[in-house]
């Protein structure tokens, strides 16, 4: 039986050699099945996984063709802090600094598109390497969608890693910006107040629900890279 893998291999092969060049539709997937011996399910993960790559595009009713110009994705993988730390050699230690349930405001309402009497867990955090301020994580968290958080203390467990194990994401939205310490944020990371920090906010549903919202703040000089 020929694997999604092969099949892959295969599309990507024709594509160099110029059978299908940029712009060309590919047979559908029943076709290729026939082509291939396999099943059209296999068919569909080998092209939707080229298409994930930015080698295909998949438009319903239209079919499947090899994009013009391929498009490389970043990819952003959700990262546990305490990874991050240890894989930098460091000592890593967290802290819950304010915990608070509440009616959703009216910005995070609208952001997350949370019902008008939603309420939330308001958590802000702290993440240190070696003894350092590393990250301040300011998050909320649905209760509607996760009423199991209600019960967490988050004491000793760290948020994202709670999230992680708890419930999945099917859409994430990040964004990143550079800000400057108020007094607050200055005494929380050990920095000059007006120092350039580098911040990131990111929003997580399930199946449509708004899950969790949090910007996770870093001290001057933090650096993020993606593969891709």
């Not at 301040?136 to 992680?164: C, Q």
């Not at 099917?170 to 990143?176: G, K, L, N, P, R």
């Not at 990111?202 to 629900?209: I, L, Y």
Request: glycine share 6%; aromatic share 10%; proline share 5%.
């Amino acid at each position: 039986m020929t694997t999604f893998r092969q099949i892959k291999s295969d599309v990507i092969g024709r594509i160099t050699a110029g059978e299908w060049g940029p712009d060309a539709t590919l047979p559908s997937e029943t076709e290729l099945a026939a082509r291939y011996g396999c099943a059209r399910a296999t068919v569909n993960r080998a092209l939707r996984e080229l298409a994930d790559d930015g080698v295909l595009e998949r438009r319903r009713k239209s079919g499947t063709r090899v994009r013009a110009a391929p498009v490389r994705q970043a990819r952003f993988e959700i990262p546990l802090v305490r990874r991050e730390v240890e894989g930098q050699g460091a000592a890593y230690r967290y802290a819950l600094v304010e915990r608070a349930v509440m009616a959703a405001p009216d910005w995070l309402r609208a952001r997350m598109a949370l019902e008008p009497e939603a309420r939330v867990l308001h958590l802000v955090c702290m993440h240190y390497a070696n003894a350092s301020p590393y990250q301040y994580e300011d998050r909320w968290i649905a209760l509607d969608t996760l009423p199991a958080a209600e019960a967490e203390d988050f004491a000793a467990t760290a948020p994202t890693a709670w999230l992680l194990a708890t419930i999945p994401f099917s859409q994430v939205e990040i964004s990143f910006a550079a800000t400057e310490a108020d007094a607050a944020l200055a005494a929380h990371l050990g920095c000059a107040e007006g120092a350039a920090l580098f911040f990131a906010e990111r929003s997580t549903w399930f199946d449509g629900k708004p899950v969790t919202f949090v910007r996770l703040v870093h001290r001057p000089g933090h650096r993020v890279t993606a593969r891709y």
